[in-house]
């Protein structure tokens, strides 16, 4: 089912945040767009800040070398 469909009127990015007890799950569901200043990539960012993931999951193109 498209996450549209689902969520009728939410716009993008779709962020589900779930926690339980020490696990976190937040997924970010973005335009694919090539503007770096794009607002949606400071909400990516901020959440890098703060989560400093263990794992990361990348749909939408390679990744640069440098910030692997």
């Not at 498209?2 to 020490?22: D, F, R, S, W």
């Not at 200043?37 to 993931?53: D, M, S, T, V």
Request: with cysteine; aromatic share 8%; net charge positive.
């Amino acid at each position: 089912m498209e996450i549209g469909k689902m969520l009728p009127g939410a716009k993008v990015p779709y962020i589900i945040n779930v926690q339980n007890k020490n696990k976190r799950l937040v997924l970010v569901g973005c335009q694919h767009v090539r503007v770096v200043n794009h607002p949606q990539f400071a909400q990516i960012q901020q959440y890098f800040r703060q989560l400093q993931p263990q794992i990361t999951f990348n749909e939408g193109g390679p990744v640069n070398d440098c910030i692997r």
